[in-house]
């Protein structure tokens, strides 16, 4: 027993930050306890980022931990949109590297919340084959990545951790990754810290 409650909130998968964090703000705001601690993946740690800041849960939450976050957007996104509207890909066009600088400006950190990341990268070898493109454009681009986003996009607030997985290794998709090890140890450290 790590001594900590669960909890994994549905989220739209290509819908934009704002709707994502309305999801994941409903669910901190439906549980009984006074605060949480959020451990994101992802888009994911931009929703909390979000939802703390500009839908009122800084009250609620004690620390957030983002894992494999573009928190400075990410290159592969803004490839990805070439040609195509940016209304079309909600969720790609939040992950490009000038949204990333306009949700930076509009979406600041809230006093009282321990905001922590873990950064990934991989060698391209060690990576999934499907995101060897993307790994090779973005090595050429910003130098270490997870595959899909520049290692130097995932920091944000204290840097506790730095890990060898890609990026779908993060979330357990790889066999060369002990992703439940990580998650769990990261648990630990903050039940340590007495959050």
Same mark, same amino acid.
């Given at each position: 027993?790590?001594?900590?409650?669960?909890?994994?909130?549905?989220?739209?998968? =290509?819908?934009?930050?704002?709707?994502?964090?309305?999801?994941?703000?409903?669910? +901190?705001?439906? %549980?009984?306890?006074?605060?949480?601690? !959020?451990?994101?993946?992802?888009?994911?740690? %931009?929703?909390?980022?979000?939802?703390?800041?500009?839908?009122? %849960?800084?009250?609620?939450?004690?620390? !957030?931990?983002?894992?494999?976050?573009?928190?400075?957007?990410?290159? +592969?996104?803004?490839?990805?949109?070439?040609?195509?509207?940016? #209304?079309? +890909?909600?969720? %790609? #066009?939040?992950?490009?590297?000038?949204?990333?600088?306009?949700?930076?400006?509009?979406?600041?950190?809230?006093?009282?919340?321990?905001?922590? #990341?873990?950064?990934?990268?991989?060698? !391209?070898?060690? =990576?999934?084959?499907?995101?060897?493109?993307?790994?090779?454009? !973005?090595?050429?681009?910003?130098?270490?990545?997870?595959?899909?986003?520049?290692?130097?996009?995932?920091?944000?607030?204290? +840097?506790?951790?730095?890990?060898?997985?890609?990026?779908?290794?993060?979330?357990?998709?790889?066999?060369?990754?002990?992703?439940?090890?990580?998650?769990?140890?990261?648990?630990?450290?903050?039940?340590?810290?007495?959050?």
């Amino acid at each position: 027993s790590l001594g900590a409650e669960f909890h994994h909130p549905r989220v739209p998968a =290509t819908g934009s930050v704002t709707e994502r964090a309305e999801h994941l703000a409903d669910l +901190v705001r439906s %549980l009984p306890c006074e605060r949480v601690n !959020l451990i994101a993946h992802s888009m994911g740690g %931009l929703d909390a980022r979000y939802a703390i800041s500009r839908l009122g %849960l800084g009250r609620r939450v004690a620390s !957030l931990v983002t894992v494999g976050t573009p928190h400075l957007g990410t290159p +592969v996104a803004d490839l990805a949109l070439k040609g195509i509207p940016a #209304s079309a +890909v909600r969720a %790609l #066009s939040d992950l490009t590297v000038s949204a990333l600088e306009r949700f930076n400006r509009e979406v600041p950190d809230v006093e009282g919340v321990a905001y922590c #990341s873990v950064a990934a990268h991989s060698d !391209l070898l060690a =990576t999934n084959p499907l995101l060897w493109p993307s790994h090779a454009y !973005l090595s050429q681009k910003a130098g270490r990545n997870d595959g899909l986003v520049p290692a130097s996009s995932q920091r944000w607030g204290t +840097v506790i951790r730095e890990v060898e997985a890609d990026h779908w290794a993060q979330i357990g998709w790889s066999s060369r990754f002990d992703a439940v090890s990580l998650y769990a140890d990261l648990i630990r450290e903050l039940v340590a810290l007495g959050f």
